[in-house]
């Protein structure tokens, strides 16, 4: 009496399970991946969305830093005035290429999202380290 009690349990398992099976659906079309075009992956627009924002609040803050900068090269003396307000302008040109190159990468598409983005970080390394050199020089 137990093994039919038993084969009894397990075909009323598979069939419960073949029953919830057919109610399976498919995943939902714009929760599936879509393919990569050109064999990286595509950046997410969640993910676009966010590096703007984090871009733009970096930004933000070398902008108060270089108007700090250039609050220090006005207060300064003649000639150090002279010098230290031409690398401020240095500073104001990189800090103007890389705000276009924000403003390039947020309009841009899928497919060219991941080069604008590397011209972004470039432009921005460089701004970077132009206020790094300014701090170094204005010591």
Do not use: Y
Not at 51 to 73: N, S, Y
């Amino acid at each position: 009496m137990k093994p039919s009690l038993s084969v009894m349990g397990l075909v009323l398992v598979v069939a419960a399970a073949s029953v919830a099976c057919d109610k399976i659906k498919p995943p939902m079309p714009e929760l599936q991946k879509s393919p990569a075009t050109s064999g990286q992956a595509s950046p997410q627009e969640g993910e676009r969305t966010a590096f703007a924002q984090a871009a733009q609040k970096e930004l933000d803050k070398l902008k108060v830093t270089i108007a700090e900068f250039k609050a220090k090269a006005e207060a300064s003396g003649a000639q150090t005035k002279a010098r230290l307000g031409e690398e401020v302008k240095k500073l104001e040109a990189d800090l103007g290429e890389a705000e276009q190159r924000l403003t390039e990468l947020k309009a841009a598409t899928v497919e060219s999202w991941n080069q604008l983005k590397e011209s972004f970080s470039s432009s921005l390394e460089k701004l970077k380290s132009g206020i790094e050199s300014f701090r170094k020089k204005a010591a």
